[in-house]
């Protein structure tokens, strides 16, 4: 498999005092407050949370797909104001067109424009670069659930986006294709240098791929609403060796954060 990105033109990423309220009056519904974040360009942060604490929101939010109730979102100085064409988001299922093939529907991730020449051969290296050359002619239900996600990010990647989101996309896999899958994304940012957020709520592979890793959880002293809990610089160059104690120190750390005890106690 070739898994040379091209390299891309990476953006920072910066939240500061970002709300976001859902409904309002007696049925508001607020999901994050007062979240401010940095991140330089070319850095890999993950963003840590129980279930519902409002990762995708946050997410969402810097892909310009959903818009703060306060504060802004800026990429590289700008302010996020509708959909961000300097993202480009992975979700946990691939949403692929299931009457395309797999080269149409990575077609779909480029802006229109261009000669029929350059997108074909752009579509051709994104898929190259996930290891699916041999099957751009199938179609996504002829192929594994890894391969249809492999789609799914060559789609994202074959705009060569600055910032690339990462919504659990490695969650709908069995254990190993999701460790394969972690490998793969881990060598693209490397080759690529793109600035990436990666959502997920497993705490190994918040610390396999990230240069730091954000825990977002209710704030203990405010009403309502999630913010940043705490924030963690993962040592060690990329990729790491997931065998390292350094690591599985700090998986104990983050999962005391996270409330998980480090042993159950025994039932009586
Ligand atoms: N469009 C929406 N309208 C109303 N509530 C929403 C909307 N999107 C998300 N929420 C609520 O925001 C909270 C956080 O959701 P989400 O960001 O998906 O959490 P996470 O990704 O951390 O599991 C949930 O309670 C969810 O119901
Ligand atoms: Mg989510």
Same mark, same amino acid.
């Given at each position: 498999?070739?898994?040379?990105?091209?390299?891309?033109?990476?953006?920072?990423?910066?939240?500061?005092?970002?709300?976001?309220?859902?409904g309002?009056?007696?049925?508001?519904?607020?999901v994050l407050?007062?979240?401010?974040l940095?991140?330089?360009?070319g %850095?890999? !942060? #993950?963003?840590?949370?129980? /279930? =519902?604490?409002?990762?995708? $929101?946050?997410?969402?939010? *810097? +892909?310009?797909?959903?818009?703060?109730?306060?504060?802004e979102?800026?990429?590289?100085?700008?302010?996020?104001?509708?959909?961000?064409?300097?993202?480009a988001?992975?979700?946990?299922?691939p949403?692929?067109?299931?009457w395309?093939?797999?080269? %149409?529907? !990575? #077609?779909?991730?480029?802006? /229109? =424009?261009?000669?029929?020449? $350059?997108?074909?051969?752009? *579509? +051709?290296?994104?898929?190259?670069?996930?290891?699916?050359?041999?099957?751009?002619g199938?179609?996504?239900?002829?192929?594994?659930g890894?391969?249809?996600?492999?789609?799914?990010?060559?789609?994202?990647?074959?705009?060569?986006?600055?910032?690339?989101?990462?919504?659990?996309?490695?969650?709908?896999?069995?254990?190993l294709?999701?460790?394969?899958?972690?490998?793969?994304v881990?060598?693209?940012?490397?080759?690529?240098?793109?600035?990436?957020?990666?959502?997920?709520?497993?705490?190994?592979?918040?610390?396999q791929?990230?240069?730091?890793?954000?825990?977002?959880?209710?704030?203990p002293?405010?009403?309502?609403?999630?913010?940043?809990?705490?924030?963690?610089?993962?040592?060690?160059?990329?990729?790491?060796?997931?065998?390292?104690?350094?690591?599985?120190?700090?998986?104990?750390?983050?999962?005391?954060?996270?409330?998980?005890?480090?042993?159950?106690?025994h039932?009586?």
């Open positions: 498999m070739q898994t040379t990105a091209t390299r891309v033109a990476a953006v920072p990423v910066t939240l500061r005092g970002v709300d976001r309220v859902f309002s009056g007696d049925a508001a519904h607020v407050s007062g979240v401010d940095d991140v330089p360009a %850095e890999v !942060v #993950a963003l840590l949370g129980a /279930s =519902g604490c409002g990762k995708s $929101t946050l997410l969402r939010l *810097v +892909a310009g797909l959903d818009r703060p109730s306060a504060g979102v800026n990429i590289d100085g700008a302010r996020v104001d509708g959909i961000e064409p300097r993202a988001v992975v979700f946990q299922e949403r692929l067109l299931p395309r093939t797999l080269a %149409e529907n !990575v #077609a779909f991730g480029l802006p /229109s =424009g261009g000669s029929r020449e $350059t997108r074909r051969a752009h *579509v +051709a290296h994104a898929l190259d670069t996930v290891g699916l050359a041999p099957f751009a199938y179609r996504p239900r002829a192929v594994s890894g391969m249809a996600q492999r789609t799914a990010l060559a789609r994202a990647l074959v705009r060569r986006p600055g910032v690339l989101l990462l919504d659990e996309p490695f969650a709908a896999l069995d254990a294709t999701r460790l394969r899958m972690q490998d793969l881990d060598d693209l940012q490397r080759t690529s240098g793109a600035t990436v957020l990666l959502v997920t709520h497993d705490v190994d592979e918040a610390l791929l990230a240069d730091r890793v954000v825990v977002l959880a209710p704030h002293d405010r009403a309502a609403g999630a913010g940043i809990a705490h924030m963690l610089d993962v040592p060690g160059a990329r990729p790491r060796d997931r065998a390292d104690p350094v690591l599985a120190a700090l998986r104990v750390e983050l999962l005391d954060r996270l409330g998980v005890p480090r042993h159950r106690p039932p009586a």
